[in-house]
């Protein structure tokens, strides 16, 4: 993990900060995500079926399953001391390039695009690419904006 310091995060900017551990997408939390989320599509849930129908006989991670572990992932990359609070902006790009099938690990890699004065604190937008292990092609692409606060 790097910690940086607030006051130096727009030095960062157009680098890469690193990558998260990997994390397992097993059955259970797609079965979770599924019921959170209402999305109880066969392709992820119905594992008999997957077996018979699906590229490599596996039921597959939703994509939005995919993306929402950018917070926990992103918090073992970077740790910024001097920041009381942070909040999500929003995104301005998010592609689901490769399907996650269940078994598989994850992790994210984040590459800092910039870091701009706004509202009293610093805007970061993150270029996060969720990587899937043995893969080339990553899983999902993100540009995230977060705000964070002294």
Not at 55 to 79: D, F, N, V
Not at 98 to 117: T, W
Request: charged share 25%; net charge neutral; aromatic share 6%.
């Amino acid at each position: 993990m790097r910690t940086v310091k607030f006051g130096e995060l727009s030095s960062l900017a157009g680098k890469e900060i690193g990558t998260s551990d990997w994390v397992m997408i097993d059955q259970d939390r797609i079965n979770k995500f599924a019921e959170a989320t209402g999305d109880h599509q066969w392709i992820h849930v119905d594992v008999e079926r997957a077996k018979k129908e699906l590229p490599g006989g596996k039921t597959i991670a939703h994509g939005y399953l995919t993306l929402s572990l950018i917070p926990m992932l992103g918090a073992e990359i970077m740790r910024i001391e001097g920041v009381s609070r942070g909040i999500n902006y929003g995104s301005n790009k998010v592609r689901f390039t490769n399907m996650v099938p269940v078994g598989s690990r994850v992790r994210a890699r984040q590459k800092l695009l910039s870091a701009e004065a706004k509202s009293g604190g610093v805007q970061l937008v993150n270029e996060i690419a969720i990587e899937i292990e043995g893969q080339e092609k990553p899983a999902c692409i993100a540009e995230t904006i977060s705000v964070v606060f002294p």
